[in-house]
């Protein structure tokens, strides 16, 4: 029904009849708040922009397992979709948006009330006290084996200042690099026996990986990066698991974290002979 009227539908005096008769998933799906450079959408104007706030707000507020999928919508919406101004009118009439997003979710590049603090902060609507204590959470969580997404993905460490920069790669050397094996342990306290233990302790190669990346040339680093992953596989090996991973994949990543190329050899391949 939107296909065939969406002609119609963008003339300003019948927006009204997408904003407020149709269901939030279709709003969400077809429209952007300002130009975002989304293609064959419809650009809701300025005007309208209070009253599609209040349908995402009423989305946001319902309650229920079954209304997560749309409460995730739309945020990814205000994330992806709308422009600053959208986002600081949104934030002025609905402060509430802002609730527990200082306290980042897991796993940090699956999230997405994460993309939405990523996006309020570059576009200037995010306050500085959600992203101090938000960036303090993404820093603990890389020193504690966590989710190390903070080296390695850049929207995440352009949110560091100067010194926040300084804390993290102070604490690598100092906490993760003499002793990785604490990394495996808090990170494999997560696990759960009906997983395959290869793809679920995946995240601990890239972290070793981005670690040596990150202090390129530093014998220590790379002997930790080392340790952890001959480590990692001695866990594996250990694990009474007898699945099967039919789809071949090891590990179901939201996107890729980092650009490889064709035939990417990890830096562990010449060291580890896991059997």
Not at 62 to 70: H, I, K, L, Q
Not at 140 to 154: F, K, Q
Request: hydrophobic residues 35%; charged residues 30%.
């Amino acid at each position: 029904m939107i296909d065939a009227y969406s002609d119609q539908i963008r003339s300003p005096e019948l927006l009204h009849l997408l904003i407020e008769g149709f269901d939030t998933d279709v709003l969400v799906a077809r429209t952007t708040c300002g130009d975002t450079g989304f293609t064959n959408a419809i650009v809701l104007p300025e005007p309208v922009w209070p009253t599609v706030i209040d349908r995402l707000n009423q989305a946001l507020q319902a309650t229920g397992t079954t209304r997560w999928f749309e409460r995730r919508q739309c945020k990814s919406y205000v994330a992806r979709q709308c422009a600053p101004e959208f986002q600081r009118l949104y934030l002025e009439r609905y402060p509430g948006l802002l609730d527990g997003l200082s306290q980042p979710s897991l796993p940090l590049e699956a999230d997405t009330d994460n993309d939405l603090v990523v996006s309020l902060y570059h576009n200037g609507a995010l306050p500085e006290e959600v992203r101090t204590e938000f960036v303090q959470s993404i820093i603990d969580y890389c020193i504690d084996g966590t989710d190390g997404a903070v080296i390695w993905n850049g929207d995440f460490r352009d949110m560091l200042t100067h010194d926040e920069e300084h804390t993290l790669r102070t604490r690598l050397m100092t906490e993760v690099v003499p002793n990785p094996t604490a990394i495996l342990k808090n990170f494999t306290a997560w696990y759960d026996s009906d997983e395959d233990p290869e793809r679920f302790t995946y995240p601990l190669e890239e972290f070793g990986e981005a670690l040596v990346a990150e202090f390129k040339e530093n014998e220590a680093v790379r002997a930790a990066a080392v340790t952890l992953e001959n480590e990692r596989w001695k866990w594996i090996m250990e694990q009474e698991w007898h699945g099967s991973d039919d789809d071949g994949r090891r590990y179901d990543a939201p996107r890729p974290t980092r650009p490889q190329a064709h035939g990417h050899r990890s830096v562990f391949d010449d060291l580890v002979e896991p059997t």
